[in-house]
């Protein structure tokens, strides 16, 4: 942190992953990590999983389960729910 106040950081490479599966011709389940390797950078890792329900071709229902740690060993997990549509 700056004396003015404001972050500052280095440059950082950061690694992601992601993988989905249809499991029905209406549902999907995916997983994803985010910051592999927990490479030092002003967030932490990152990881969750969701299923997505087709309702038609356009609308669609959507729940993720996601948990984070920050730098300073502090969690923060939660679980979201929504609604869609694909244009």
Do not use: C, M, P
Request: aromatic share 16%; glycine share 10%; charged share 20%.
């Amino acid at each position: 942190v700056r004396k003015d106040g404001g972050a500052s950081q280095d440059a950082y490479f950061v690694s992601n992953a992601f993988a989905a599966y249809q499991a029905t011709k209406n549902i999907s389940v995916h997983l994803n990590v985010n910051n592999i390797f927990n490479q030092k950078y002003l967030t932490g890792l990152a990881y969750g999983a969701g299923v997505t329900y087709d309702l038609s071709k356009t609308t669609y229902l959507n729940a993720d389960y996601t948990k984070y740690y920050d730098r300073g060993d502090q969690k923060l997990e939660g679980l979201t729910v929504g609604v869609g549509y694909r244009f």
